[in-house]
């Protein structure tokens, strides 16, 4: 049922929206939400950044900063970094960061994240023209990537692959469903708060298996490439390093570097998605299966995020977007699964629920290809959601109301960047 709100104004849902974020703060980094999510994610900071780069620039550049301390010597950027003492489970027991000689000292995941940082850093850098901030945090980008590419292309084709669904930041997605079904039944019984609207017990407990499984091989590169059961190439992961990789092109030249490894480098990734990953729409691929999966997604939207993407693809793809499979048959933006699909399920998180990064990250894409319908669209639907319902982690797509937690720290750091 659709929650009753008081209608808010613009400068209220502003100031809403920063309340949300100042209570989000621990005094090192903005978590995603008190209680359910009490540590630093990787790509949720990498949207407060966004959302705060007009409003609240300092801040933004503490987060940036904050998150990047969590950096290994890798380059692998983790998508979790515990600054604070709160339990969290799989929490720094189960990663054991501290054991491994390439991570910092304070302690993170083993895992790493979509790499929202580089478009991050250019945003910033668009709101404040503060040319000494890219100066400081470009290297560890570029390091960053210089990590995907070489201890993550498994694939060999210059695409980068995920190796647990929790790093596509899309954790339940349908899209995983193959792969993981292709491992082990495990039961520990581990047990998270509201799983039911996550993963069911034994998905969960394959997650923690996968995890601790590449955690015993000591986080190594060749056992990633030559044994771990779970390596996909993913849409959404790879729209979103092409778009970083495009940004610190644009970036370099501020940091007195040479912008043609990243130009080349998005060549790589557009060319192999086109490749590898097309087949009338970008779907994921299971390199372990040596196939495509054939579920439509959100995340099959992530490469409309480049600005070269050719027209046919980016035609063929919003014609999918905006039909009954998506945009067309809801009420708001975007579900998560298409509507026709049969793991299609409303009510559970990835499986398809609208969510306020993808409909940004998508009204992004609308905007970089000068499809202004599209992107007033996005941006009309992304804020009657958390008019009506608030800043919740999710939302029904066909009725607007809200799911998951509240206070959620995205929902309010995009709805910033929406109403300016
Ligand atoms: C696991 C923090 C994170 C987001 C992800 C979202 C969810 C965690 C979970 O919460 O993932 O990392 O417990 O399911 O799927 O996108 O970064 O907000």
């Known amino acids: 049922m659709m929650e009753a709100r008081p209608a808010v104004d613009d400068a209220a849902l ?63 950027v983790p998508h979790i970094v515990f600054h604070t003492r709160e339990a969290y489970f799989p929490g720094p027991s189960v990663w054991r960061s501290q054991e491994h000689e390439a991570a910092p000292h304070v302690l993170t995941s083993g895992l790493t994240a979509p ?19 890219v100066r400081n945090t470009y290297q560890a980008l570029v390091a960053q990537h210089d990590y995907l590419a070489s201890a993550r292309d498994l694939g060999g084709a210059g695409l980068a692959a995920i190796v647990h669904p929790w ?10 469903d193959e792969p993981l079904a292709a491992l082990p039944v495990i039961r520990y019984g581990y047990r998270h708060v509201e799983l ?20 015993d091989a000591g986080y190594s590169p060749g056992y990633l490439r030559d044994e771990h059961p779970f390596a996909v190439e993913d849409p959404m ?22 912008p043609t490894p990243h130009v080349e480098q998005a060549a790589r990734i557009r060319q192999a998605m086109i490749e590898r990953l097309w087949d009338g729409c970008f779907y994921a691929r299971d390199l372990r299966a040596g196939r495509l999966i054939r579920v ?20 063929a793809a919003v014609e999918i977007l905006e039909s009954a499979r998506f945009m067309g048959a ?27 990064n993808t409909n940004w990250l998508l009204r992004r894409a609308a905007a970089v290809h000068s ?16 008019r009506q319902a608030g800043f919740r982690e999710c939302f029904d797509p066909f009725d607007g109301s809200g799911r998951g937690c509240r206070d959620f720290s995205w929902s309010a750091a995009l709805t910033l960047d929406l109403l300016a």
Do not use: K
Request: charged letters at 20%.
């Open 14 to 76: 502003g100031r809403e929206a920063m309340a949300v974020l100042e209570a989000n703060w621990t005094g090192t980094g903005t978590v995603p939400a008190p209680g359910l999510y009490p540590h630093q994610w990787s790509w949720d900071s990498a949207f407060v950044v966004i959302g705060l780069a007009r409003h609240w620039p300092d801040r933004a550049r503490d987060e940036l900063l904050s998150l990047l301390r969590g950096q290994w010597a890798t380059g692998m």
């Open 115 to 133: 790499p929202l940082h580089g478009l991050a850093l250019w945003w910033l850098y668009q709101h404040t023209g503060d040319e000494a901030f």
């Open 167 to 176: 790093e596509s930041g899309m954790d339940d997605s349908p899209a995983w």
């Open 196 to 215: 039911d609207e996550r993963h069911p017990d034994s998905d969960h407990d394959r997650y923690v298996w996968l995890a601790m499984r590449y955690r």
């Open 237 to 258: 992961f790879n729209g979103i390093w092409l778009a970083s990789c495009e940004a610190m092109a644009e970036l370099a030249p501020l940091a007195r570097a040479d």
């Open 296 to 315: 439509s997604t959100v995340g099959g939207f992530g490469p409309l995020l480049d600005p070269l993407l050719p027209s046919e693809h980016l035609q």
């Open 330 to 356: 809801t009420g708001y933006p975007v579900p998560s699964c298409e509507i026709r699909a049969a793991q299609f399920d409303r009510t559970r998180y990835w499986r398809g629920p609208s969510w306020v």
């Open 371 to 386: 499809l202004d319908h599209l992107t007033q669209q996005l941006t009309n639907g992304t804020l009657r959601l958390v």
